[in-house]
Nanobody, 120 residues
Framework: QVQVVESGGGLVQPGGSLRLSCVASGRIFSIYTMGWFRQAPGKQRELVAS???????NSGDSVKGRFTISRDNAKNTVYLQMNSLKFEDTAVYYC??????????????WGQGTQVTVSS
């Protein structure tokens, strides 16, 4: 099994910054894509950003130019640097790790989520 644990959420004022971290641990053969989704109250979960083991990134339109995703493959850790935060960035942020096992099957594991609140 693979465990995914997020950290770094909290309360921040509009225009401020936060850095989220997420580490995958356990019986790991290979982690392919890691990334972040978020879900605000009453809304569907949406992609924030993702990054492959090769460094290819993808991000949602609402965060382009403000959020940066990065990764340390040796530590199975992904980071999300969030700048210029807005009220509408308030949500629970969920990290995922796509684990590729020895038989090439890929399973997505999720963390429990970390709350980010943007408020004055």
């Amino acid at each position: 099994q693979v465990q995914v644990v997020e950290s770094g959420g909290g309360l921040v004022q509009p225009g401020g910054s936060l850095r989220l971290s997420c580490v995958a641990s356990g019986r790991i053969f290979s982690i392919y894509t890691m990334g972040w989704f978020r879900q605000a109250p009453g809304k569907q979960r949406e992609l924030v950003a993702s990054i492959t083991s090769g460094g290819r990134t993808n991000s949602g339109d609402s965060v382009k130019g403000r959020f940066t995703i990065s990764r340390d493959n040796a530590k199975n850790t992904v980071y999300l640097q969030m700048n210029s935060l807005k009220f509408e960035d308030t949500a629970v942020y969920y990290c995922h790790a796509d684990h590729r096992d020895t038989d090439a099957t890929i399973v997505r594991y999720w963390g429990q989520g970390t709350q980010v609140t943007v408020s004055s």
